[in-house]
């Protein structure tokens, strides 16, 4: 079956550090990778995506690359800010007919101290 | 942004009394589906639906159900609240083609006491 691991939590870091939150995943087929963020106390917003070998997804700064030889799928921030304090999710799609649901990361969480 | 809304945001209620979380989306999916947050963070998949009148177990067993008799509209409920319960409900769609992201509600807080 499906299965994504993450890097377990909790990270910390000081504003404008480099982050990265590691991401590996098991599937069949060609799936869709995603970075999903969720601020407290609210539901996940996607962060990134990318939904083919070598794709490159980035959003606010955050950037991960689909790396199919590896199964990787991890997220960098080159300066991280207290505002990226938060739970991040791994997740993918799989690819096919009759593809239904998600399959995610257990998360990791990230603070940022000024 | 994403147009799928729950309601209520927080809700405290004792034990033995039936709840309904509400879930809709004005984006035309087919697909909805029901997780369950613990405080540990981990997402557990409770119910989804591929359309009307159809609705599946997920892979954690629960003890709410569900419904969608309409396509914008996927109910939860619990017949009967107990602390056990106590979790963050979050409800998504996906659209009906191709292999793109899931849009999720801001979640709903259930506390049983």
């Known amino acids: 079956g499906n299965s994504v691991t993450q890097m377990e939590g909790p990270v910390t870091l000081s504003e404008e550090a480099f982050l990265t939150i590691n991401c590996t995943y098991t599937?069949?087929?060609?799936?869709?990778l995603f970075w999903y963020v969720q601020y407290p106390g609210e539901g996940l917003q996607l962060l990134l995506k990318?939904?083919?070998?070598?794709d490159k997804g980035s959003n606010k700064g955050f950037e991960a690359t689909y790396r199919k030889e590896t199964t990787s799928f991890h997220l960098e921030k080159g300066s991280v800010q207290v505002s990226d304090s938060a739970v991040y999710f791994c997740?993918?799609?799989?690819?096919?007919?009759?593809?239904?649901?998600?399959?995610f990361g257990k998360g990791t969480k990230l603070s940022v101290i000024p | 942004e994403a147009d799928i809304y729950q309601t209520p945001r927080y809700l405290v209620i004792g034990t033995g009394k039936k709840i309904t979380l509400e879930c809709s989306q004005t984006m035309g999916h087919d697909k909805m589906y029901w997780y369950q947050q613990d405080p540990g963070m981990e997402l557990h998949l409770i119910h989804y639906s591929y359309g009307v009148n159809s609705t599946e177990k997920g892979d954690l067993s629960s003890e709410s159900t569900v419904s969608r008799i309409r396509t914008e509209h996927f109910p939860l409920t619990l017949e009967s609240a107990r602390p056990s319960h106590t979790s963050q409900y979050l409800c998504?769609?996906?659209?009906?083609?191709?292999?793109?992201?899931?849009?999720f509600g801001q979640g709903t807080r259930l506390t049983v006491v």
């Open positions: 997740a993918l799609r799989r690819s096919g007919a009759g593809s239904y649901q998600l399959t």
């Open positions: 599937a069949t087929g060609y799936p869709s």
């Open positions: 990318a939904t083919k070998a070598d």
């Open positions: 998504a769609s996906t659209p009906n083609e191709g292999n793109t992201e899931a849009f």
